[in-house]
């Protein structure tokens, strides 16, 4: 079946939360492929640990933590990316579940979407340079051991050199949505994403709708252009996040007719609201994207 490399599922169990149950789907997560902090071989180890089956590891427009990857038993990987692009100046993520990672369409994709983040990363850094942060270019493809650089890598730089105290610091004045030195002309068209994804055998998800800056009534004209485009999903849940964010999302599924996904959007121990293989209930009504796989 494309997309998904073929593992044994068996009995795995591992510690829980006293607060919130492990689920055993995690399809958001991240390594040092792109932002994440655990390689991707310990991003299994820790996914095996705390009782998930079935995960994908959606870095951010690279497949690159697919390679050479060995399996472990219990644990059912499916194939993940997830897509940076902009929309009606709005910048958006756009998950690929259980594509091939390494068919013509994808290795296109990806690289498109890095020449992309490159140029991006040049512009960034010539904005922080004339706030004066020193070496930002430099310092961020040091942290970024994939050489995949993202707005991260410049925040943990700008801590590393004591120009802010923290990186919510970083994004809050500089990095963040409609800040100075938030670069997003770049990537590719949203509907061109889903094409690539839908060639690459998979399913086109939004990532994390409740984090944009959209009204209500544009999140719901994009989800019905990006379902005209061939997208599928939605992601209802995203880590940690509001039951009244939940309800939402899921009548929204309903309404357009698209599939659920959910995931903890992981990048690094330690982020109590996007633990790996822990967030919010996900509606139980609603079609998984997964459903057919």
Known sequence: MPGVIDWAISASCGRRSATLPAMTIDFHCHTTASDGELSPRDLLELAQRSGVTRLSITDHDSVAAY??????????????????????????????????????????????????????????????????????????????????????????????TGFVKDEKEAFKKYLGSGKSCDIRQCWAEPEQIVAWIRAAGGVAVLAHPAKYNLTRSKLVSFLEAFKGWGGGGLEVVSGIQLPAV????????????????????????????????????????????????
């Open 246 to 293: 939940t309800r939402d999302l899921a009548r929204l599924c309903e309404q357009l007719d698209l599939s659920a996904s959910w995931g903890s959007d992981f990048h690094r121990p330690g982020q109590s609201w996007a633990q790996l293989g822990r967030y919010s209930a996900p509606p139980q009504h609603l079609t998984p994207v997964w459903h057919d796989w």
């Open 67 to 160: 390679q050479a990857l060995n399996p472990l038993p219990g644990l059912e990987l499916i194939g993940g990316v997830e897509f940076s692009t902009l929309w009606n100046k709005t910048g958006l993520h756009i998950l690929g579940l259980n594509i091939d990672p390494f068919c013509p369409a994808m290795l296109e994709a990806v690289a498109f979407q890095r020449n992309a983040r490159l140029g991006r990363a040049e512009k960034i850094a010539e904005k922080l340079e004339k706030y004066g942060v020193v070496a930002p270019l430099e310092g961020a493809r040091s942290l970024a051991s994939a050489g995949n650089v993202g707005r991260p890598h410049f925040a943990r730089h700008m801590v590393a």
